[in-house]
T-cell receptor, first 114, second 113 residues
Framework: ETGVTQTPRHLVMGMTNKKSLKCEQH?????MYWYKQSAKKPLELMFV???????ENNSVPSRFSPECPNSSHLFLHLHTLQPEDSALYLC?????????????FGQGTRLTVV | GNSVTQMEGPVTLSEEAFLTINCTYTATGYPSLFWYVQYPGEGLQLLLKATKADDKGSNKGFEATYRKETTSFHLEKGSVQVSDSAVYFC????????????FGTGTSLTVIP
């Protein structure tokens, strides 16, 4: 496999459930990202793991919890979500400290909170 | 702070029309600039990029030139096709070796036969 792979592609969960989104990159990159894409809103950076250092957007609620066990895997743990958290969650990776590097995206997980 | 501003859509064009989607950037230093495309139900795919002033990125008939004097990176295509219907995002990266990307709000393009 190559590129950035996200699972599951679709997820429906109740507000009291706990679930996790998974992302795996096979590009040898050293930075991974979680983005939230909601209708008619800009792409929102939620979390960055870069060179094993975590950077986060302070506006992200604590019901979202990232985990990055190694440079190839990234998780987003979800608990007690709200309906407004329904969105497309995108994972991306890149190589830090290279001039020409871009972010490579997975296909996303479409999350619906009911 | 660093940001990009792109023209709002939606944009509707007839097949073979000329396309321009405007993008301007605000940054300290000289960011790398990108255009991404997103097809329905998919993630973002890199369309083209430029890493320094006067660079021209090109791919699949799309072009964009990094213009420092106007802080712009406008996307153009001479003759659009129905298959170009998608959402287009302008993006920048904080410094050339940084790890923080920032995105515009996206411009939806629909091409009609």
């Amino acid at each position: 496999e190559t590129g950035v792979t996200q699972t599951p592609r679709h997820l429906v969960m109740g507000m009291t459930n706990k679930k996790s989104l998974k992302c795996e990159q096979h590009l040898g990159h050293n930075a991974m990202y979680w983005y939230k894409q909601s209708a008619k809103k800009p792409l929102e950076l939620m979390f960055v793991y870069s060179l094993e250092e975590r950077v986060e957007n302070n506006s992200v609620p604590s019901r979202f919890s990232p985990e990055c066990p190694n440079s190839s895997h990234l998780f987003l743990h979800l608990h007690t979500l709200q309906p407004e958290d329904s969105a497309l969650y995108l994972c991306a990776s890149s190589q830090v400290n290279r001039v020409d590097t871009e972010a490579f995206f997975g296909q996303g997980t479409r999350l619906t909170v009911v | 702070g660093n940001s990009v501003t792109q023209m709002e859509g939606p944009v509707t064009l007839s097949e073979e029309a000329f396309l321009t989607i405007n993008c301007t950037y605000t940054a300290t230093g000289y960011p790398s600039l990108f255009w991404y495309v997103q097809y329905p139900g998919e993630g973002l795919q890199l369309l083209l990029k430029a890493t320094k002033a006067d660079d021209k990125g090109s791919n699949k008939g799309f072009e964009a030139t990094y213009r420092k004097e106007t802080t712009s990176f406008h996307l153009e295509k001479g003759s659009v096709q129905v298959s170009d219907s998608a959402v287009y995002f302008c993006a920048g990266k904080r410094s050339n070796t940084g790890n923080q990307f920032y995105f515009g709000t996206g411009t939806s393009l629909t091409v009609i036969p």
